[in-house]
């Protein structure tokens, strides 16, 4: 028999953060998520839930109108609390919450769930003796959640991502097991050890360090960027967007995710510095030169010598694509200006990741390597700050090349991320009449 007892009411924000304080949370139940939600004109809602007078329960709500004469309530990722799997404690909040949110004049209450459904592995296969937690989707369900269909059918901009790649920086001595352990994260945990940023570099797949030292070169150059720079994240983004076919946020979108967050917020940019890499390019040629009279000297001395004209053939061949570089280079220039935005994106920091949410880049500019410096430099001051993870954020969920996003997945991968599958979807039904009404209208 459930005996929980639970005094369900609105918290005010600094009620919320004073909560949250040592904890681990998402995103969407992060403080800063409530300014902007209201910044977008969104409806936020703090309930609360108080055992014996002592809060152990949050759930940051949205409410969006439906259909101009109903409310839908919608919460991403659900509530902060130290016992997820306390299904009593879940069920006495639910129970609580539930006149609360008809009192709003909510028809249903949607609930994205940030609780990993299955353990799967980089490539997307379920880990044998891996966690599952049907469980916890059951637990939901007995609460009086219908559970949704477990889509897996590609990026849908309407929902949240259900899949994502995740990076894991730390070694853990215990299983995962997927659930959202909030209690104590900011205090050394037993069982965990922090990666170094070496140990992490050297789980990339070959590739990826090339592409990262190129990236890093002293010609590229990656900072944060202010908010009045933000035009160069949404140039990017669109850049990509016009590539890849999808839509891309509008400026307006950048800049409240910044001034929401702050510095839980970080834009961060890679550039070519021109005057840089025209020196680097002089450096190069004028080092070509010397190495090919050389080479020409010594093989005047030996014109037979098969040896020396392979020698002479491959500083031509060095040579070339500088050349060709150096020319490139004023057109460059004239085009984006002498400090030339690479790529870029956007990341959100909680105490336990590091999530990357939006990012763009130039294709024809795709020869510095620009994502690659963005994306290892924000994984280096993961590192450095002590996070558990580097979420990737969205993938399709779909894991062989012909199918529809693979090329996301795969550059995720490459990274070392392996793959999460959240658990879905629930809908709570609040007013079943209305909603019945609504969905045979929407039919």
Request: glycine share 8%; charged share 30%; proline share 4%.
């Amino acid at each position: 028999m459930d005996t929980t007892v639970l005094d369900i009411r609105l918290i005010s924000r600094e009620e919320y953060e004073m909560f949250v304080k040592d904890k681990d949370y998402n995103m969407f139940q992060h403080p800063r998520y409530l300014r902007f939600m209201e910044e977008r004109g969104y409806q936020p809602r703090i309930y609360g839930g108080f055992q014996e007078g002592t809060l152990v329960i949050a759930l940051i709500v949205r409410i969006d109108p439906l259909m101009r004469v109903f409310k839908s309530a919608r919460s991403l990722r659900e509530w902060v609390t130290d016992r997820p799997e306390d299904a009593a404690l879940i069920k006495a909040f639910v129970n609580g919450l539930t006149p609360l949110l008809r009192q709003e004049g909510a028809v249903w209450l949607k609930l994205e769930s940030g609780v990993e459904y299955q353990q799967r592995d980089a490539d997307g296969e379920i880990v044998q003796g891996g966690f599952n937690n049907e469980s916890y989707r059951q637990l939901l369900q007995s609460a009086g959640f219908h559970p949704e269909e477990l889509w897996s059918d590609g990026l849908d901009m309407s929902r949240q991502a259900r899949w994502v790649s995740v990076l894991d920086l730390v070694e853990r001595e215990q299983p995962e097991d997927g659930m959202m352990h909030t209690s104590f994260f900011l205090q050394e945990q037993p069982g965990i050890r922090h990666k170094s940023v070496e140990e992490v570099f050297n789980g990339f797949s070959m590739k990826i360090p090339r592409h990262i030292r190129e990236g890093m070169q002293d010609f590229i150059v990656v900072r944060e960027l202010d908010t009045d720079e933000l035009e160069i994240m949404h140039a990017l983004e669109e850049a990509s967007a016009q590539v890849h076919d999808f839509q891309a946020p509008d400026l307006e979108t950048y800049r409240a995710w910044k001034h929401s967050f702050g510095e839980d917020c970080k834009v961060m940019a890679s550039f070519l510095d021109t005057d840089r890499y025209r020196a680097y390019l002089d450096r190069e040629l004028s080092q070509g030169q010397a190495d090919l009279e050389k080479a020409q000297a010594e093989l005047s001395e030996a014109p037979g010598s098969k040896k020396r004209k392979n020698k002479v053939n491959s500083v031509l061949e060095h040579m070339r694509p500088l050349e060709k570089r150096a020319k490139e280079l004023d057109g460059l220039i004239e085009e984006y200006g002498t400090m030339i935005p690479l790529a870029a994106g956007l990341f959100i920091i909680t105490p336990a990741e590091t999530i990357y949410l939006f990012g763009g880049s130039r294709r024809s500019l795709s020869q510095f390597f620009g994502p690659y410096a963005v994306q290892f430099e924000m994984i280096r001051q993961s590192i450095e700050r002590g996070a558990l993870r580097y979420n990737f954020w969205g993938i399709s969920g779909k894991f062989k090349p012909e199918e529809e996003g693979y090329g996301v997945y795969k550059y995720k991968k490459e990274f070392g991320a392996h793959v999460v599958e959240y658990a879905g979807e629930f809908t709570l039904i609040l007013k079943p009449t209305a909603a019945k009404l609504i969905r045979q209208l929407n039919r």
